[in-house]
């Protein structure tokens, strides 16, 4: 028996410390299971490995694709994958390219709206990382624009503020085929107040194999209302913190405390276990 945190974030997307550094705070916390989900990108999970393999943490593949659904943008973690995948890792590519040139429209909407800010002060933040609303969200906060990321995206960064920006990221159903097509499995991602039941029935549809129930966004009624949704349709049930590292993001207090039970893990390495050996055969 041990704790498991399938939803975690480095500096390779938004997040605030180094994969090895996450490694170790997870170690702290007790943690047997971790999955860095890194926003589209698994350069995070390939640099945690050898810090893991000596910490005796098991690390398992993972991911949240940011995926395009009509115009809006939902995301969907992806596990067990793997991660040389070329079909998955060109997916990934394009996804990086898609966040360039979206933060590029992001930057010019704000420098529309008079804000001193430029594409390479937002790249100094993402670094060698996926970059990210945060990024920039860092940007306006150095300058004095708003005093915290939440501001930020109350004031400039929501996506109803950012309504013209269009995006290149993949469609839901491409990024279930490419996962699938690499033997992972696939979870809809911190669903809580995001989307209407009908609205989740149509994501599902599209062959997402479970739902991330346990969040810490969910209080105890709705974490209830999709663990039974997850049974009753013998989907997967999935969770974790949604660790950033950042000491003022809400859900940071969550780490090792918001965490998932053996058996949905098992569940879980069964199913991409199915996909690898139906492949194979
Ligand atoms: P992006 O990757 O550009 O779509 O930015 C999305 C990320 O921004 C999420 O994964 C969160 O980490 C963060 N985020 C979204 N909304 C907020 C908010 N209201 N306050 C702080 N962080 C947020
Ligand atoms: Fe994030
Ligand atoms: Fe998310
Ligand atoms: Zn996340």
């Known amino acids: 028996m041990g704790k498991s945190d399938l939803h975690t974030h480095t500096k390779e997307s938004d997040g605030a410390l180094s994969a090895d550094q996450l490694?170790?705070?997870a170690k702290k916390k007790g943690l047997k299971t971790i999955a860095i989900t890194d926003h589209d990108t698994i350069n995070g999970y390939k640099k945690a490995r050898s810090a893991a393999t000596e910490a005796g943490i098991e690390l398992i593949p993972g991911i949240e694709i940011t995926a395009l659904w009509g115009r809006r943008e939902v995301h969907i973690l992806a596990?067990?994958?793997?991660?040389?995948?070329p079909e998955l890792l060109s997916l990934l590519k394009r996804q990086r390219l898609a966040r360039i040139k979206?933060?590029?429209?992001?930057?010019?909407?704000?420098?529309?709206?008079?804000?001193?800010?430029s594409l390479d002060e937002v790249r100094a933040e993402s670094g060698t990382g996926s970059?990210?609303?945060?990024?920039?969200?860092?940007?306006?906060?150095s300058k004095g624009y708003v005093a915290s990321v939440a501001e930020a995206f109350i004031r400039y960064l929501s996506s109803d503020k950012l309504e013209g920006v269009t995006t290149d990221y993949a469609?839901?159903?491409e990024v279930v085929e490419t996962v699938k097509g690499a033997h992972g499995v696939l979870s809809l991602a911190h669903p809580g107040p995001l989307y209407t039941a009908d609205e989740i029935n149509t994501l599902l549809g599209f062959g997402i194999d479970g739902i991330e129930c346990i969040h810490p966004s969910h209080n105890f009624n709705l974490q209830r209302t999709f663990t039974k949704m997850a049974e009753s349709r013998h989907l997967l049930i999935t969770g974790g913190s949604d660790f950033h590292g950042k000491r003022k993001t809400e859900y940071d207090p969550y780490f090792g405390i918001v965490t998932l039970g053996?058996?949905?893990?098992?569940?879980?390495?069964?199913?991409?276990q199915r996909r690898k050996t139906e492949k194979n055969s």
């Open 131 to 141: 970059p990210g609303r945060p990024h920039a969200a860092s940007v306006l906060i």
């Open 102 to 117: 979206r933060m590029k429209d992001i930057v010019e909407v704000l420098q529309g709206q008079g804000l001193d800010i």
């Open 79 to 85: 596990y067990l994958f793997d991660t040389e995948d």
């Open 23 to 25: 490694i170790d705070r």
């Open 171 to 173: 469609s839901v159903e």
């Open 262 to 272: 053996d058996k949905h893990l098992a569940s879980m390495k069964r199913l991409a």
